[in-house]
């Protein structure tokens, strides 16, 4: 049976429930995060905490970070959860939740296929429980048979995927739409942004057509390869995206060594 912490008390996920009244369901009125588990233990647990305050600050939404702290910790004491994902909400109802997830089977590299996005513009800066959009993205390029979706604005930019930063490499640099263009600030986003020296660059579908090497990130994803955009098939040989995902993941390791204190 599946732990989960709801409102400080442990108890199995199947019980915890809250009022359906609550506006975090009415509404996806709330604030989240998702961290990634190795051997139980959360990468850049300080980091996700900090997004989801600025996240609840930006929304007008209380929210009491020491008490999640406090869950996020007494849950991974219990939850033996090995390689996971950890969950963490807080509803405009007033309610905190953690759960412990399975990690989702990666493919070796992403098929692609493009979806016309607006960002809701009262949201930049908030990683918001409102997240039918992202998901009805990824579902409408999986009808069309990819693994899922690069959201492109109606003027033709192109911004991330529905869970993930998108990065790609022309010339041996390499280069991130920016956040001006109301992108989520991801974690490992910037991780990558200073492993790689990468540029901020608005960029157009058509310009990504020149690009040598593409590849997402996010603290699920890690960094993985994108394989094809569309019927466009990107070259196997990733020099630059294999050196990234090598430091990425030595940064991980050495965070995790040195372990959350608190
Ligand atoms: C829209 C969006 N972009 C990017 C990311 C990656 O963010 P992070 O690296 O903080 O996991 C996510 C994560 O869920 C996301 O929802």
């Not at 732990?3 to 009244?21: F, H, K, N, R, W």
């Not at 001006?180 to 974690?187: E, F, K, N, V």
């Not at 986003?189 to 540029?199: K, Y």
């Not at 294999?242 to 608190?262: F, Q, Y």
């Amino acid at each position: 049976v599946q732990t989960a912490c709801l409102d400080g008390v442990l108890l199995p996920a199947q019980d915890a429930v809250i009022p359906v009244s609550d506006p975090g369901l009415l509404r996806g009125d709330g604030v989240f995060e998702v961290m990634r588990l190795y051997g139980g233990a959360p990468f850049a647990p300080e980091h996700h905490l900090e997004r989801m305050a600025r996240s609840a600050q930006n929304l007008g939404l209380a929210l009491d970070l020491d008490a999640i702290e406090r869950d996020v910790r007494a849950l991974l004491a219990v939850a033996e959860a090995g390689e996971a994902l950890l969950r963490v909400l807080a509803t405009r109802g007033g309610h905190r939740i953690v759960l412990v997830e399975e990690l989702p089977k990666l493919p070796q590299a992403l098929a692609l296929g493009y979806v016309t996005f607006a960002p809701v513009r009262v949201l930049d800066g908030v990683k918001s429980l409102s997240y039918a959009a992202n998901m009805h993205a990824m579902r409408l390029a999986r009808e069309r048979g990819f693994d899922d979706a690069l959201l492109v604005t109606p003027h033709g930019r192109v911004l991330e995927l529905p869970t993930a930063s998108l990065f790609w490499a022309r010339g041996g640099e390499v280069f991130t739409p920016p956040l001006s263009d109301h992108i989520l600030d991801s974690i490992t986003r910037r991780i990558v942004l200073e492993h790689s020296g990468a540029h901020e660059l608005a960029t157009t579908a058509a310009e990504l057509a020149g690009a040598e090497e593409v590849f997402a990130v996010s603290s699920v994803y890690e960094v993985i390869a994108v394989g094809r955009i569309e019927e466009r098939e990107l070259p196997a040989a990733r020099p630059i995206f294999e050196a990234l995902a090598a430091k990425v993941r030595a940064r991980i390791e050495s965070d995790l060594a040195r372990g959350w204190g608190g």
